[in-house]
Antibody, heavy 120, light 111 residues
Framework: QITLKESGPTLVKPTQTLTLTCTFS??????????VGWIRQPPGKALEWLAL???????RYSPSLKTRLTITKDTSKNQVVLTMTNMDPVDTATYYC????????????WGQGTMVTVSS | QSVLTQPPSVSGAPGQRVTISCTGS?????????VHWYQHLPGTAPKLLIY???NRPSGVPDRFSGSKSGTSASLAITGLQAEDEADYYC???????????FGTGTKVTVL
């Protein structure tokens, strides 16, 4: 059974850096074809893809946020970490991590999400 | 700034059929990238409903079906039930943006 759980601060100040951790079980991020992504949802708005890291450490980022995002993995700990710099109130959202396989390529299992508020 | 457009809301009485459209372009749905659909209840994890345009994961009722044609895709819910009241999102890949893209989202209301 695959599970994912997001963790991190619930409140960050503007200009600070956000660090979120996705801790998962039931799969290995060293298995060919497996990836983990981050998606967010601002209150009342749609889902927005942020970043993706592959089993071979290849990485993909949302073009609009690429300069602010870094995604890394620790295979031994079964964790994926997302950092987002220069946080702004518009970044207030629920942040989700999700499991994905290459073919087909949906985000098939999601974590419960963690709400992050950006406010001074 | 979603590149996949969905109607903001659809509604229907219990037992009725509703459809949700997802309109894209030649760089995403029209480029033969697969479309996936998710059901999202507030405060819960989004759930994969349809993958690769028409396929249902194990455990998803056959009341849910997906289709794709040209630059658009659709999700149909037949025999609408109260528990289907949720937000629904389509998702694909955009070759021009080099990004995974979600639809604008549709709220389904059971009357």
């Amino acid at each position: 059974q695959i599970t994912l759980k997001e963790s991190g601060p619930t409140l960050v100040k503007p200009t600070q850096t956000l660090t979120l951790t996705c801790t998962f079980s039931g799969f290995s991020l060293s298995t060919t074809g497996v990836s983990v992504g981050w998606i967010r949802q601002p209150p009342g708005k749609a889902l927005e893809w942020l970043a993706l890291i592959y089993w071979d450490d290849d990485k993909r980022y949302s073009p609009s946020l690429k300069t602010r995002l870094t995604i890394t993995k620790d295979t031994s700990k079964n964790q994926v970490v997302l950092t987002m710099t220069n946080m702004d109130p518009v970044d207030t959202a629920t942040y989700y991590c999700a499991h994905r396989v290459e073919t087909p390529d949906p985000f098939d299992i999601w974590g419960q999400g963690t709400m992050v508020t950006v406010s001074s | 700034q979603s590149v996949l457009t969905q109607p903001p809301s659809v509604s229907g009485a219990p037992g009725q059929r509703v459809t949700i459209s997802c309109t894209g372009s030649s760089s995403n749905i029209g480029a033969r990238h697969d479309v996936h659909w998710y059901q999202h209840l507030p405060g819960t994890a989004p759930k994969l409903l349809i993958y690769a345009n028409t396929n249902r994961p194990s455990g998803v009722p056959d009341r849910f079906s997906g289709s794709k044609s040209g630059t658009s895709a659709s999700l149909a819910i037949t025999g609408l039930q109260a528990e289907d009241e949720a937000d629904y999102y389509c998702q694909s890949y955009d070759s021009s943006l080099f990004a995974y893209v979600f639809g604008t989202g549709t709220k389904v209301t059971v009357l």
